[in-house]
């Protein structure tokens, strides 16, 4: 079945641009995480929803940083007034997660954003 | 503070010989432990978690309590072996989140 998707695979901002990621979750799951991938580390947590729930943004860097999953399926990451340090692999994550279960975490293709 | 150390960034072995890649975390819990394996050009994906004592492609992870670790280990590298692997507890902090080491490059030398 189809996985995760994200849109778009590529992003070039110039700085102070705003910019709008997004993720298409696999249908049915429940949980939905982004995280941030800094070139040679990690993912790194940055926000997390349960259905339409944003239960916790403590990863967010700054307020310029905003998610929204409004319906609970499709979910969108936006950057205001983006900076250099800002560039990064953004990647979205679904998962089952039924009765609290810990479900496996299906990562999407990531979107690569570079801001000049 | 909860920490994932993955001590060696770059690993290379020549196929056929053992790999073990290391990871410890420092959490006053008990975490659920997974490692993630990343393929050239391929996403993210599962390559075997702690719960489910399962071997995949031959890899296999013991989780040491006392020291805190969670090494992978495969007796016999394969060329289709080399790729990106991530240690990645997760501390049940409320919402399942995956705290990610900092990853190995495997490269298998045929």
């Known amino acids: 079945g189809a996985g995760v998707s994200q849109s778009p695979r590529y992003k070039v901002a110039k700085r102070g641009q705003d910019v709008a990621l997004r993720c298409d979750p696999i249908?049915?799951?429940?949980?939905l995480f982004w995280y941030q991938q800094a070139l040679g580390q990690g993912p790194e947590f940055l926000t997390y929803?349960?259905?339409?729930?944003?239960?916790?943004k403590s990863g967010l860097p700054s307020d310029r940083f905003f998610a929204e999953r409004p319906e609970g399926s499709v979910s969108t990451l936006k950057i205001q007034r983006t900076q250099q340090e800002d560039s990064a692999v953004y990647l979205c994550a679904s998962s089952l997660d039924l009765a609290g279960y810990q479900e496996t975490q299906y990562f999407g293709p990531g979107t690569r954003l570079l801001v000049l | 503070a909860q920490r994932v150390t993955q001590p060696e960034k770059l690993l290379s072995v020549f196929k056929g010989a053992p790999v073990e890649l290391k990871c410890n975390y420092s959490y006053s819990g008990s975490p659920e432990l997974f490692w993630y394996v990343q393929y050239s050009r391929q996403r993210l994906q599962l390559l075997l978690r702690?719960?489910s004592r399962e071997s995949i492609k031959g890899f296999t992870a013991d989780l040491n309590k006392g020291e805190t670790s969670f090494h992978l280990k495969k007796p016999f590298a394969q060329e289709e072996d080399s790729a990106m692997y991530y240690c990645?507890?997760?501390?049940?902090?409320?919402?399942?989140?995956?705290?990610f080491g900092k990853g190995n490059q495997v490269v298998v030398i045929p």
């Open positions: 929803f349960q259905n339409e729930a944003q239960l916790d």
């Open positions: 990645a507890p997760s501390f049940r902090d409320g919402n399942n989140r995956l705290a």
């Open positions: 249908s049915g799951h429940v949980s």
């Open positions: 702690h719960i």
